[in-house]
């Protein structure tokens, strides 16, 4: 069994409505998901991705409403990673971020780092890649400059070796460098790095919640029941309608999930108008009249998507 790289990347906001500028207007990215953190109903969790929300492309969000900053340390990820086909479109993007008052650094070697206004920190890999370019389309952003899907995430922990033989021989990750490992399946691939720090990670707003790595759906239960025999201690089978999940940490406390490719978040809504609407899980529905009270107003993905 080999995991299909990584699925998709959770992270912490305290403001839902300007993540959602954010990550539509600004970085192209289609909202394809707008539904609750189905452990905590009253908490948005919004998803975005490519055109098609397809695994590889998601990056979702938490909202707890006002949240503070947190601090990236030992135990979190600190870093997204996402390819974009060539050095000319980092040079697109040196200055899109920037505009909006994100930091932004680039590297001798031509990636390109930025923060996002809560300050998550991204970074922009150049370089080709064998697997699918997963791109969202957005009239702003040309389709040979946009993020194409995740490189991979890196984390930070006390002692990068303590990981090792769990990422290696429970997981099956291949070494990558000297702290770093790839999980690579039949069609995608996605790396995992660590840097070493001493000061323990704080969650909050701008902070990665989880990472989760693609499993086909027939091997999942397997995956879940290999970690369990190597003491991790992983839940059961969750099914969260649009996929099913794992969760555990690994050695060095990041929390990790693994996530089925499938059945996808076409299941309740049409591709076309996914993340338009509220969606909610079939268990959940009855919770409509309430949550729609509660939760906060966004503005309109199709907006922030269309034509200036």
Request: glycine share 10%; proline share 9%.
């Given at each position: 069994?080999?995991?299909?790289?990584?699925?998709?990347?959770?992270?912490?906001?305290?403001?839902?409505?300007?993540?959602?500028?954010?990550?539509?207007?600004?970085?192209?990215?289609?909202?394809?998901?707008?539904?609750?953190?189905?452990?905590?109903?009253?908490?948005?969790?919004?998803?975005?991705?490519?055109?098609?929300?397809?695994?590889?492309?998601?990056?979702?969000?938490?909202?707890?409403?006002?949240?503070?900053?947190?601090?990236?340390?030992?135990?979190?990820?600190?870093?997204?990673?996402?390819?974009?086909?060539?050095?000319?479109?980092?040079?697109?993007?040196?200055?899109?971020?920037?505009?909006?008052?994100?930091?932004?650094?680039?590297?001798?070697?031509?990636?390109?780092?930025?923060?996002?206004?809560?300050?998550?920190?991204?970074?922009?890999?150049?370089?080709?890649?064998?697997?699918?370019?997963?791109?969202?389309?957005?009239?702003?952003?040309?389709?040979?400059?946009?993020?194409?899907?995740?490189?991979?995430?890196?984390?930070?922990?006390?002692?990068?070796?303590?990981?090792?033989?769990?990422?290696?021989?429970?997981?099956?990750?291949?070494?990558?460098?000297?702290?770093?490992?790839?999980?690579?399946?039949?069609?995608?691939?996605?790396?995992?790095?660590?840097?070493?720090?001493?000061?323990?990670?704080?969650p909050g707003a701008g902070t990665v919640h989880h990472?989760?790595?693609a499993s086909p759906m027939d091997e999942h239960e397997?995956?879940?029941?290999?970690?369990?025999?190597?003491?991790?201690?992983?839940?059961?089978?969750?099914?969260?309608?649009?996929?099913?999940?794992?969760?555990?940490?690994?050695?060095?406390?990041?929390?990790?999930?693994?996530?089925?490719?499938?059945?996808?978040?076409?299941?309740?809504?049409?591709?076309?108008?996914?993340?338009?609407?509220?969606?909610?899980?079939?268990?959940?529905?009855?919770?409509?009249?309430?949550?729609?009270?509660?939760?906060?107003?966004?503005?309109?993905?199709?907006?922030?998507?269309?034509?200036?």
């Open positions: 069994m080999k995991l299909e790289g990584v699925h998709h990347v959770t992270a912490i906001t305290g403001d839902a409505p300007g993540n959602v500028d954010f990550y539509v207007r600004v970085l192209g990215l289609r909202l394809v998901k707008k539904s609750v953190n189905q452990d905590d109903p009253t908490v948005y969790h919004l998803f975005y991705a490519d055109e098609e929300g397809k695994p590889g492309s998601d990056i979702t969000f938490f909202e707890y409403p006002g949240a503070g900053p947190g601090r990236a340390g030992a135990g979190l990820v600190h870093t997204i990673g996402w390819r974009v086909a060539s050095p000319a479109a980092i040079d697109f993007w040196e200055n899109r971020p920037a505009d909006e008052g994100a930091a932004e650094e680039r590297y001798p070697d031509g990636r390109l780092a930025f923060r996002d206004p809560e300050g998550l920190r991204h970074i922009l890999i150049p370089g080709e890649s064998p697997d699918e370019p997963l791109i969202a389309d957005h009239p702003e952003v040309p389709k040979e400059f946009a993020l194409q899907g995740f490189n991979g995430v890196r984390a930070y922990t006390h002692d990068p070796e303590q990981s090792r033989r769990f990422l290696e021989q429970t997981l099956e990750f291949a070494p990558h460098g000297e702290t770093g490992w790839e999980a690579r399946g039949e069609h995608r691939g996605g790396l995992y790095f660590y840097d070493q720090s001493d000061e323990v990670g704080v990472v989760a790595w397997a995956w879940q029941w290999r970690v369990a025999e190597s003491g991790a201690h992983p839940t059961p089978v969750i099914d969260r309608f649009y996929f099913k999940s794992v969760y555990f940490r690994e050695p060095s406390g990041v929390l990790f999930e693994i996530a089925t490719i499938g059945p996808g978040f076409d299941v309740d809504e049409p591709l076309e108008h996914l993340g338009e609407h509220l969606s909610l899980p079939p268990n959940y529905e009855n919770l409509r009249g309430r949550l729609e009270q509660v939760l906060t107003p966004l503005p309109d993905p199709r907006a922030l998507r269309a034509a200036k």
